[in-house]
């Protein structure tokens, strides 16, 4: 069971934003937007501040610590405009990506685990622009 329908709608109730939520418990907006989509693990703690903020029940905050399935969104080519063109930009950049990477690191990956992921808003007079700045550690491949 999908508990974003929920979550959403107690955040709407609440007129909270995920910034605000972010704010309450001193972690990132992306991260917090993360939980309400099935795709993070909140502690005890996080659980229990993200009930209190937005009256939740208690099957809802058990169920915010339950660990996730990731990567498990459907469809695998996403339809939703804005995500699809991060699916299109990893189309035409990610393997200029991997190699200017691999180029710099040697032969590896970049972790989804050790992960930040920030999205901010940089005003420009001919139409605001996103920002998004991804920063994981780099795992080099062992050989054995």
């Given at each position: 069971?999908?508990?974003?329908?929920?979550?959403?709608?107690?955040?709407?109730?609440?007129?909270m934003?995920f910034?605000?939520?972010?704010?309450?418990?001193?972690?990132?907006?992306?991260?917090?937007?993360?939980?309400?989509?099935?795709?993070?693990?909140?502690?005890?703690?996080?659980?229990?501040?993200?009930?209190?903020?937005?009256?939740?029940?208690?099957?809802?905050?058990d169920?915010?610590?339950?660990?996730?399935?990731?990567?498990?969104?459907?469809?695998?080519?996403?339809?939703?405009?804005?995500?699809?063109?991060?699916?299109?930009?990893?189309?035409?950049?990610?393997?200029?990506?991997?190699?200017?990477?691999?180029?710099?690191?040697?032969?590896?990956?970049?972790?989804?685990?050790?992960?930040?992921?920030?999205?901010?808003?940089?005003?420009?007079?001919?139409?605001?622009?996103?920002?998004?700045?991804?920063c994981?550690?780099?795992?080099?491949?062992?050989?054995?």
């Amino acid at each position: 069971m999908s508990l974003t329908p929920t979550l959403m709608a107690a955040k709407k109730a609440k007129g909270m934003s995920f910034a605000d939520l972010a704010n309450l418990l001193g972690l990132d907006e992306v991260w917090i937007a993360s939980l309400f989509y099935g795709q993070s693990t909140a502690s005890a703690e996080e659980a229990s501040k993200l009930g209190a903020a937005l009256d939740l029940p208690p099957a809802v905050v058990d169920a915010l610590q339950a660990y996730p399935t990731k990567g498990s969104l459907d469809p695998v080519i996403p339809t939703d405009p804005l995500i699809y063109r991060f699916y299109e930009i990893m189309q035409v950049y990610g393997m200029p990506m991997k190699d200017v990477i691999q180029e710099k690191f040697g032969d590896g990956i970049m972790s989804a685990i050790d992960f930040t992921l920030e999205v901010d808003k940089v005003e420009d007079p001919k139409g605001d622009r996103v920002k998004v700045t991804m920063c994981g550690k780099f795992l080099p491949y062992k050989k054995w």
